[in-house]
């Protein structure tokens, strides 16, 4: 059984420029959690969905942010017109049960 | 301020010895404290998951003790390894918002 996927493992953007990050749950999970990393910061919540639907989005920025999980295919985190403080570390945790967390390797953002 | 605190930030020990490491939290309501370690590049692997009830958990040479009353926190790592090297994580999940609230981690190394 795979883990938590994640592409790209790194991402370089220029300003203005979108982001997609893609994330597949491990097998028979359909709880997904973004979570994002400043450098020397705890992680900080983002967003949390069941398939097709957003459960909880208030840690995530109302605007050049969106996430989606659809019904097939990995969950992706976009950001429209990145800025350099979108530079950071994006992890993506699936659940079979909203209990426990498995993360994925995460993928690494940098805006220049 | 977090409402997770962990300390020291950092840490050097030598292979072979035991190191504790703290946490201390104002989550409220709370439901359970969790220890993850993270390597670097990698995404965070829980070590243990223990609820209020619980005053000790153990997971190999790792383990966590919780006092709910001081709302504290220790993860003791025994007989370390190289391997141990990592950032060690305290989260707590705050039950009003079914969230998880990370501290910044402290970073340990063990050397040789």
């Known amino acids: 059984n795979a883990g938590v996927m994640q592409n790209p493992r790194h991402l370089v953007r220029r300003r203005g420029q979108e982001a997609r990050l893609r994330c597949s749950p491990m097998k028979g999970h359909s709880h997904v959690y973004w979570y994002r990393q400043l450098p020397e910061e705890g992680l900080k919540f983002m967003v949390y969905?069941?398939?097709?639907?957003?459960?909880?989005e208030s840690g995530m920025p109302k605007e050049r942010f969106s996430a989606e999980f659809p019904k097939e295919g990995p969950s992706i985190l976009r950001i429209q017109q990145v800025v350099r403080g979108d530079s950071a570390a994006y992890f993506c945790?699936?659940?079979?049960?909203?209990?426990?967390?498995?993360f994925g390797p995460g993928t690494r953002l940098t805006v220049t | 301020k977090n409402q997770v605190e962990q300390s020291p930030q950092s840490l050097i020990i030598l292979e072979g010895k035991n190191c504790t490491l703290q946490?201390?939290?104002?989550?409220?309501?709370?439901?359970?404290l969790r220890w993850y370690k993270q390597d670097t590049g990698r995404g965070p692997v829980s070590l243990t998951i223990?609820?209020?009830?619980?005053n000790t958990k153990s997971n190999g040479r790792y383990t966590a003790t919780l006092d709910a009353d001081t709302k504290q926190s220790s993860l003791h790592i025994t007989a370390s390894q190289l391997s141990d090297s990592a950032s060690y994580i305290c989260v707590t999940l705050n039950t009003g918002f079914q969230k998880l609230v990370f501290g910044t981690g402290t970073r340990l190394l063990v050397s040789p």
């Open positions: 946490c201390n939290y104002t989550v409220s309501p709370f439901s359970n």
């Open positions: 945790a699936s659940s079979y049960d909203s209990y426990e967390q498995y």
């Open positions: 223990m609820t209020f009830s619980e």
């Open positions: 969905l069941q398939k097709e639907n957003i459960i909880d």
